[in-house]
């Protein structure tokens, strides 16, 4: 249904959009209909909402139209009504992903959208880079079933449909049960009836976290139209894209699917990951081994990594520093032991940064260990090798000579950061130690405008580019 009229702004489509969007599609349902979505819809978010978020549902069609869509927008927007997690805004003309609408949004929700929804160029980078940036994708059902002439957005959702052999009853497995986008579901498969999709490139598991699949041991594998030989049919997944992250669920082509209170559930734990304010791990699930590590770096290219064209490359399963800008994990992190080794030469001036809250602003929003040569120096000080920058020396100096490689493990668990150098301990602070800005315990200055008792508690680990070469290889992290 069209909510807007022609010839107004961007802008006075998105107010319009507003304030027409509930009325318009409620109208399209029964009363009891409205009633029996709205009795199903959790009663309280699983993350409570960092700030205002708005959501934008749109719910353009140029291919085939489900018929539960007025059902999916209408679950939304009670969600967003019952629990205070978002305020949300319908519409289906193109305008609102104008950069005047979209600097107005937190995330999109791209309800069962089919076909080429728009053709604007300008259109489409803008949204990849208000992604890339920060904000959020959700896409429902369809969501995977358009913009095919647009590969960008087939990697930004993570795969496109390529069929759907069952439209029945089946199971579904839980991959990730401890997945806080999973919660509703308690670590127990389910039986739901729904239209089961098959994906295609660019989908694969080395890209995202799988979060629920197809149990194929319970479910008919006779099936006409069955493609995938590795029997690997995803139905909901969480990514990264840049600054951004991404949730994508199969499950809605059914009407009846908006009423049921896990599924609702599960949706609304996605759309606050989106939104940015349910921190959940996105490392990708190829990427997960038994342990618990996994690898930060693949040793072949920049995938799971934000940085400047150029500015770092790859050769030989080494990453190397070549000018233009710090680079970053997609991925934030919380509580984890990072495991990586490093290399200097006599010039290089670099650092491992973590948990860092603003990439824009790292060193006043981030913890930085010091990499840089300081070889044969006693004692080590606050800006030698290993240190927690303008904080905290080492308690000895473990670098080894430039040239060689170098072994760190850092461990972040609350307030707490241990760092092992070579087999040796030169780190064991506690930030709530640090209760003054620009001041450390010991009465010495330091330039932070934030007590590092107040550091964020969770964000990006990042690896400085100063201006001089430096190599890091061997990256992974084991979260907490």
């Not at 319009?16 to 309280?44: C, H, M, N, S, T």
């Not at 005047?100 to 076909?115: E, H, M, P, Q, V």
């Not at 699949?213 to 319970?218: E, F, M």
């Not at 690997?232 to 990264?240: C, E, I, P, T, Y």
Request: net charge negative.
């Amino acid at each position: 249904m069209q909510v807007t009229q022609a010839g107004v702004t961007a802008l006075g489509i998105l107010i319009l959009a507003l304030a027409l969007g509930q009325a318009a599609f409620a109208q399209e349902l029964a009363p009891d209909v409205l009633a029996k979505i709205r009795a199903a819809v959790p009663d309280k978010a699983p993350a409570q909402p960092a700030e205002p978020r708005r959501l934008l549902v749109y719910t353009a069609c140029k291919g085939f139209r489900h018929t539960a869509i007025p059902h999916g927008t209408a679950a939304i927007q009670a969600m967003g009504e019952k629990t205070g997690a978002f305020e949300t805004i319908v519409s289906d003309d193109p305008a609102v992903f104008q950069p005047d609408s979209l600097k107005r949004l937190d995330a999109i929700c791209f309800n069962n959208t089919t076909g080429e929804l728009f053709d604007d160029a300008a259109l489409k980078e803008g949204l990849l880079e208000w992604v890339r940036r920060g904000k959020g994708i959700v896409g429902i059902h369809a969501a995977t079933d358009c913009f095919y002439e647009w590969p960008e957005f087939g990697e930004l959702m993570g795969g496109y449909f390529d069929g759907h052999p069952w439209n029945e009853t089946v199971t579904v497995k839980i991959d990730d049960p401890r997945h806080p986008v999973n919660a509703a579901f308690g670590g127990r498969g389910f039986e739901i009836a729904d239209e089961i999709y098959q994906f295609k490139e660019p989908y694969s598991r080395a890209r995202l976290r799988v979060l629920l699949s197809l149990d194929t041991a319970k479910t008919d594998m006779t099936k006409a139209g069955i493609k995938r030989e590795d029997q690997d049919f995803a139905v909901s997944w969480v990514r990264n894209y840049g600054l951004g992250r991404v949730f994508y669920c199969s499950l809605g082509h059914r009407e009846e699917i908006f009423t049921h209170p896990a599924v609702l559930q599960h949706y609304l734990a996605g759309i606050q990951f989106a939104l940015g304010d349910l921190p959940a791990d996105a490392t990708p699930s190829a990427q997960l081994a038994a342990d618990g590590w996994s690898d930060l770096f693949n040793g072949k290219d920049l995938t799971g990594w934000i940085a400047k064209p150029g500015s770092w490359t790859v050769e030989d399963g080494v990453l190397s520093r070549q000018g233009g800008g710090d680079i970053w994990t997609e991925q934030p992190f919380a509580d984890f032991v990072l495991d990586l080794e490093f290399k200097l030469d006599p010039e290089t001036n670099s650092g491992v940064f973590l948990r860092t809250g603003d990439i824009h602003d790292c060193v006043q929003t981030g913890i930085e260990m010091q990499v840089l040569d300081s070889f044969g120096k006693e004692p080590p000080g606050k800006h030698d090798c290993g240190a927690i920058y303008d904080c905290l020396a080492p308690a000895r100096n473990a670098v080894r000579k430039p040239g060689e490689w170098n072994h760190a493990l850092i461990t972040c668990r609350g307030s707490k950061i241990h760092i092992v150098l070579n087999g040796e301990p030169i780190i064991d602070m506690d930030l709530d130690q640090w209760t003054e800005a620009g001041k450390n315990p010991d009465g010495t200055p330091n330039k932070f405008k934030t007590a590092y008792k107040d550091m964020p508690c969770r964000g990006r680990i990042g690896f400085q580019d100063h201006g001089k070469p430096v190599w890091y290889r061997n990256i992974r992290i084991k979260p907490l």
